[in-house]
T-cell receptor, first 114, second 116 residues
Framework: AQSVTQLGSHVSVSEGALVLLRCNYS??????LFWYVQYPNQGLQLLLK??????LVKGINGFEAEFKKSETSFHLTKPSAHMSDAAEYFC????????????FGKGITLSVRP | DTGVSQDPRHKITKRGQNVTFRCDPISEHNRLYWYRQTLGQGPEFLTYFQNEAQLEKSRLLSDRFSAERPKGSFSTLEIQRTEQGDSAMYLC??????????????FGEGSRLTVL
């Protein structure tokens, strides 16, 4: 069975600082991995995805994530935080194949201090 | 707006009543998913459809829950004899299905259920 672990529920950074949100996954087959973002009072939207092509994936709003099979990790980073990045971030895993059901982690709330 | 829409956005009901949520997916998407999200948790998978066929149901989905997608377009999620533990945000998502679009789900804003 597939699962995702997002350690910690809240991360706070200063504007302009590095953002690092951690995600570790478990999957019995090669996974597809995703980061979704949820802004207040909005639906979840896809930030970026890994589907077995390049291990470094670039997404919207300057975010990127690196797939590391040896560490079963897919951490999300952004070099310089902006106030508008404040949101809840979810890592998700899907097993490859016809079934695209996603399993989500618990999510991490990112706060950005002025 | 051609995104996923859900109705109603908020529903308050008394324990024991039945409630129904509707989801209208993006028109060309053949897959439709229902998830449930409670405070402090990520979305939990409930069920999904490919066209009108319900292909998988989670063990979280008790007999009081039923979902339909009769014509392969909109979907309904009904909860019978609601319990306080059913209070949650019910999320609908749609996608084009397998291949490069795998996992790229488009979510609605959700239907929040409060059971008193």
């Amino acid at each position: 069975a597939q699962s995702v672990t997002q350690l910690g529920s809240h991360v706070s950074v200063s504007e302009g600082a590095l953002v690092l949100l951690r995600c570790n996954y478990s999957s019995s087959v090669p996974p597809y991995l995703f980061w979704y973002v949820q802004y207040p009072n909005q639906g979840l939207q896809l930030l970026l995805k890994y589907t077995s092509a390049a291990t470094l994936v670039k997404g919207i709003n300057g975010f990127e994530a690196e797939f590391k099979k040896s560490e079963t990790s897919f951490h999300l980073t952004k070099p310089s935080a902006h106030m508008s990045d404040a949101a809840e971030y979810f890592c998700a895993v899907s097993e490859t194949g016809a079934n695209s059901k996603l399993t989500f982690g618990k999510g991490i709330t990112l706060s950005v201090r002025p | 707006d051609t995104g996923v829409s859900q109705d109603p956005r908020h529903k308050i009901t008394k324990r024991g009543q039945n409630v129904t949520f509707r989801c209208d997916p993006i028109s060309e998407h053949n897959r439709l998913y229902w998830y449930r999200q409670t405070l402090g948790q990520g979305p939990e998978f409930l069920t999904y459809f490919q066209n009108e066929a319900q292909l998988e149901k989670s063990r979280l989905l008790s007999d009081r829950f039923s979902a339909e997608r009769p014509k392969g377009s909109f979907s309904t999620l009904e909860i019978q004899r609601t319990e306080q533990g059913d209070s949650a945000m019910y999320l609908c998502a749609s996608s084009l299905g397998s291949g490069v679009n795998t996992g790229e789900l488009f979510f609605g804003e959700g239907s929040r259920l409060t059971v008193l």
